[in-house]
């Protein structure tokens, strides 16, 4: 069966200082890849997806970014995170063809300070 | 623009009773849509979906109901019970890309017991 693991749980982190949070996938091979972003109050807010390795393609123009590289591994990153980056951070996979759901990891909640 | 909207932000229901959740869309192109549960600090969960050709789909005490006119989904849950209560997200999908899911902000379901 397929499973999602991202980490870490819970990341609290100083303004201005990197960032990288990382999701992998087991079970399954060249599955579509994707990072959300709950804010408070808000809904899930789609920031990156990859269909393959190399390949991001971003929804919003932030200050994070996204890489894959290998083929069941996503990675989100920042060189100077923000307050504003603070938010519930999710990874998610879909199968590759057709109409699918996706399957979403556990989640980082990450605060900036 | 909100593609998929929630306008209710909580709903309360007693135990027992049917939970009514409702969801608009505005895009016409959508062509999937999901329902998704979500407990505080974790991932949501895939709960039901629909297809466009489809106007209802069930699964034990959820049925999804699908309004393609009025670019309207809902969702039922019957009976209600108390595990129910979280944060219930719609979320559509643009047919066969490999876009994410567009999802609204949900509404928080709580079971009155």
């Known amino acids: 069966s397929q499973t999602i693991h991202q980490w870490p749980a819970t990341l609290v982190q100083p303004v201005g200082s990197p960032l990288s949070l990382e999701c992998t996938v087991e079970g399954t091979s060249n599955p579509n890849l994707y990072w959300y972003r709950q804010a408070a109050g808000r809904g899930l807010q789609l920031l990156f997806y990859s269909v393959g390795i190399g390949q991001i393609s971003s929804e919003v123009p932030q200050n994070l970014s996204a890489s894959r590289p290998q083929d069941r591994q996503f990675i989100l990153s920042s060189k100077k995170l923000l307050l504003s980056d603070s938010g519930f951070y999710l990874c998610?996979?879909?199968?590759?063809?057709?109409?699918?759901?996706?399957?979403f990891g556990q989640g980082t909640r990450l605060t900036v300070v | 623009d909100q593609q998929v909207k929630q306008n209710s932000p909580s709903l309360s229901v007693q135990e027992g009773r049917i939970s009514i959740l409702n969801c608009d869309y505005t895009n016409s192109m959508f062509d999937y849509f999901l329902w998704y549960k979500k407990y505080p600090a974790e991932g949501p969960t895939f709960l039901i979906s629909i297809s466009s050709i489809k106007d209802k789909n069930e699964d034990g005490r959820f049925t999804v109901f699908l309004n393609k006119s009025a670019k309207h989904l809902s969702l039922h849950i019957v009976p209600s019970q108390p595990g129910d209560s979280a944060v219930y997200f719609c979320?559509?999908?643009?047919?066969?890309?490999?876009?994410?899911?567009?999802f609204g902000k949900g509404t928080h379901l709580i079971i009155q017991p």
């Open positions: 998610a996979w879909r199968d590759g063809t057709g109409d699918t759901e996706a399957f």
């Open positions: 979320a559509a999908n643009l047919g066969g890309g490999a876009d994410g899911l567009t």
